[in-house]
């Protein structure tokens, strides 16, 4: 299994609204990632996880909360987000400790805010 | 710090054309380089990569990249574009030495094909 699945595919929801995105790969990847992706636009990093363990945080608003519950699994709760959160949220993972650097994407959950 | 520019933000190239899609890179420190794909309404895949070796690496649809170290580039190329090549095309970098994967991605480039 070589592929990196997220759902769902498309949300819609309103800014008073909480909800989670989730993404799940079987690779045994121990590094895991969310982008943020306007349109054409490149991935803006957000999120990563190492050995399950958030290492980085770009300084994303508190209204994005990650989460890894193992290292298989990793959410992004969304609370009280503003219509220019409407985006593209991508997940990637990658074999970390800087294997081959090489990232795997999901096909991404589509966000409208409104 | 990396960073990664590429210059054509639009490439309008005719069906069975060639093209080639540049990308320079900026870093102190020794790096992998990679070229992303982004087809329309889906994620990034991986095109090719260059980690270490030859410096010329392909693809199994038949784009190609070298590395140049002393230009600090890796440009794709490909000798024939098809329709289905229309996509936007990512040049990335990441830092050897980062334990958490983490790439620096360029602007991206719109590989416009033309009937």
């Known amino acids: 299994d070589t592929e990196v699945t997220q759902t769902p595919k498309h949300l819609v929801m309103g800014m008073t609204n909480k909800k989670s995105l989730k993404c799940e790969q079987h690779?045994?990847?121990?590094?895991m990632y969310w982008y943020k992706q306007k349109a054409k636009k490149p991935p803006e990093l957000m999120f990563v996880y190492s050995y399950e363990k958030l290492s980085i945080n770009e300084s994303v608003p508190s209204r994005f909360s990650p989460e890894c519950p193992n290292s298989s699994l990793l959410n992004l709760h969304l609370h009280a987000l503003q219509p220019e959160d409407s985006a593209l949220y991508l997940c990637?993972?990658?074999?970390?400790?800087?294997?081959?650097?090489?990232?795997?994407f999901g096909p991404g959950t589509r966000l409208t805010v409104l | 710090a990396q960073s990664v520019t590429q210059l054509d933000s639009q490439v309008p190239v005719f069906e069975e054309a060639p093209v080639e899609l540049r990308c320079n890179y900026s870093s102190s420190v020794s790096v992998y380089l990679f070229w992303y794909v982004q087809y329309p309404n889906q994620g990034l895949q991986l095109l090719l990569k260059?980690?270490?070796?030859?410096?010329l690496v392909k693809s199994i649809n038949g784009f190609e990249a070298e590395f140049n170290k002393s230009q600090t580039s890796f440009h794709l190329r490909k000798p024939s574009v098809h329709i289905s090549d229309t996509a936007e095309y990512f040049c990335?970098?990441?830092?050897?030495?980062?334990?958490?994967?983490?790439?620096?991605f360029g602007k991206g480039t719109r590989l416009h094909i033309l009937p």
């Open positions: 990335a970098v990441s830092d050897r030495r980062n334990r958490d994967d983490k790439i620096i």
């Open positions: 690779m045994g990847h121990r590094a």
């Open positions: 260059y980690l270490s070796g030859s410096t």
């Open positions: 990637a993972s990658s074999q970390g400790l800087n294997r081959a650097g090489e990232q795997f």
